[in-house]
Every structure is written in structure tokens, then in C-alpha cells.
């Protein structure tokens, strides 16, 4: 139905063709107005400059841009961080790694996190516990910008100097003899071939971000490998991953020498995180000459 010249808030929501949450979201964006505002002057006229910044939204929305691009912004972990087009929007299953690092992390530990994006994961654990020493790397420039502007405005100035930046591909972003107790990533991990690449909000994401070889396990092993030489005795290495790679991340991380290799699942019930630990000894064997 064709929406009349002059219309109310609540028609033109009702009528624009977008789901009830996402015109309100939209109109959120548009108006500068809170969500309350909004039902509350429900039956007032909107302004002919206000429908038609809607109205831009709403075409870029049915084109399939994601929300949190077009709000330039995506709550994670409980904080508003800034994404763009340069940035994989984070996700509530990563909020789990989070989750992890701050409960395992023993205090005053140093932690690592490879692939920063957003800062999603290195900001959000600095917001938390204020006692750790953060490192994180990305080999996109324009995610850097972004999560170093994330840690200002999260953190605030003197708390984000709490997070050194380097930028570069996985372990070489790493200073040579830099050692850590934890080690943490959301690495790309979808098959370069898989056709969700082409669906919903991926289709807008960075590919470098989520795509990783034929299987979608090339920067995962690339980083199981050289974490032992990063990590502390008995440090943590968590990775998250696709639900069918659990036992492939699982056969890595025992390659590599970790123990206490356990996969945890997200609230779909579907493998998300492999995690393990370097022996208390280092990997030392315990026979003179075995090690
Ligand atoms: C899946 S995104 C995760 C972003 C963020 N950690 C999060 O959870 O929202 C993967 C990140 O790894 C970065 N990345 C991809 N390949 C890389 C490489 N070879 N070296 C370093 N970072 C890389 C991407 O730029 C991207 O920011």
C-alpha cells in the first residue's frame, strides 16, 4: 500500500516494508530519537527532511546492508563498539571467548589476541579486568584504527594504553620473544568456497575476515602452530571456529602439544570453542633425552 504524502511515524514504520524492529531501528538512526520517543509520538506527522533520511535507510537496509553498518555500531559484551565496512561485525557467540578469558586469565596475566577487528575481544576483556596486559594484532590497518578508537572511548585514554597494537600477518604482527599465559583469537574460518559467503550480512563483511582456504582451516592451523612458542607453561590457547571443526582444531591443538584440549559449544549447542593448555612443565618430557 502506497504511503500518503503526509504520514505518522507509526504508518510509515508500518508501511515501509521492513520488519517492525528493524524500521523502529532505523527510525532510531534517522530521528536521533530514543525507541520510547518513538511509540510514544507514534501518531504524530514526521517531516518531510526526517522521511526522507528514512527512506534512504530503508533502501540501503532492503539491499541488504547490515544494521550495525549502517548505525556504524554493534553492542558486544555489554559496550557499544564502532564498526564500518573495514570490520567483521562481532558476533554473541564470540562473547563466550570473552567469557573464558576472563574467568581463566590468572591475575596480572598477559594476553594475546590475534585478529583483533573491532577490538571486540581485547577491548572487552580490558573493560573487565583491569589488572591484565593486552596485545593485539590485525593485518588490516583499517581495523586497527577502528579498535584503537574502541579502547578510547571503552577504556578512555590512560586505560587504553593497557593494549600494545601491532599490525601484520598472524605471528609475524607478534615481537620475536614475546611470551604469553593466554592467547586468544576469532580467526577467519569459513571454506573460501562456501556459499554463505554470498548470504545475508557476509555478503558485506570483509572477505579476508571470514574466509580462510578450501576447508576454512588455514589460519587456524597456521596459528595452533606457532602458539607454543608464545606461551607461557601451562598458558591458554582458545580458538573459536566453525561448528564442524571441533575435532579438526582438537587433532591440531594435540599436534602441537597442548593437553586439556576440550571443545565448548555455543547456545545452539554446536562446537564453537577449542581451547588447551601447554604442559606445566613447558612440554618437557619427563625421561632425560625425550624432551
Ligand atoms: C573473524 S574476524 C574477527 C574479528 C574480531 N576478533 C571479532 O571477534 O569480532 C578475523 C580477523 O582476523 C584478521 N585477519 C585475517 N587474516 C589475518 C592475518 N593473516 N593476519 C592477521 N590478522 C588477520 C581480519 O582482518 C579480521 O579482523
Known amino acids: 500500500m502506497p504511503i500518503p504524502v503526509s504520514c505518522s511515524f507509526d504508518q510509515l514504520l508500518a508501511r515501509c516494508g521492513l520488519p517492525r524492529l528493524e524500521a523502529r531501528a532505523l527510525m532510531t538512526l534517522a530521528s536521533g530519537r530514543a525507541r520510547e520517543w518513538l511509540i510514544a509520538h507514534g501518531p504524530d506527522p514526521v517531516e518531510a527532511a526526517l522521511r526522507e533520511r528514512f527512506e534512504a535507510l530503508v533502501r540501503r537496509r532492503q539491499a541488504g546492508e547490515p544494521i550495525a553498518y549502517l548505525a556504524g555500531a554493534r553492542e558486544f559484551h555489554g559496550h557499544r563498539f564502532e564498526v564500518g565496512p573495514a570490520v567483521l561485525i562481532p558476533r554473541p557467540e564470540t562473547e563466550q571467548l570473552v567469557d573464558l578469558v576472563i574467568d581463566q586469565a590468572s591475575p596480572g596475566a598477559d594476553v594475546l589476541d590475534l585478529g583483533t577487528g573491532s577490538g571486540a575481544i581485547a577491548v572487552s576483556v580490558a573493560c573487565a579486568r583491569p589488572d591484565l596486559r593486552l596485545t593485539a594484532t590485525d593485518r588490516s590497518p583499517e581495523s586497527l584504527a577502528i ?66 582456504g578450501a576447508d576454512g582451516l588455514a589460519d587456524l592451523r597456521t596459528l595452533v602452530a606457532g602458539a ?42 554446536h562446537d564453537r570453542i577449542t581451547l588447551g593448555r601447554i604442559p606445566a612443565n613447558g612440554g618437557r618430557s619427563a625421561v632425560p633425552g625425550l624432551e
Open 147 to 212: 579498535a584503537r578508537r574502541n579502547a578510547r572511548s571503552l577504556l578512555g585514554e590512560s586505560q587504553a594504553t593497557r593494549i600494545a597494537w601491532h599490525e601484520g600477518d598472524w605471528w609475524s604482527a607478534v615481537p620475536g620473544a614475546a611470551i604469553f599465559d593466554v592467547i586468544v583469537s576469532n580467526p577467519p574460518y569459513i571454506a573460501q568456497d562456501d556459499p554463505h559467503l554470498a548470504d545475508g550480512d557476509l555478503r558485506f563483511e570483509p572477505r579476508a575476515a571470514l574466509a580462510a
Open 228 to 269: 607454543p612458542a608464545h606461551l607461557r607453561p601451562n598458558g591458554l590457547l582458545a580458538v573459536e571456529h566453525g561448528w564442524n571443526q571441533g575435532a579438526a582444531v582438537r587433532a591440531l591443538m594435540f599436534a602441537a602439544g597442548f593437553v586439556a584440549v576440550t571443545t565448548l559449544r555455543d547456545a545452539q549447542q
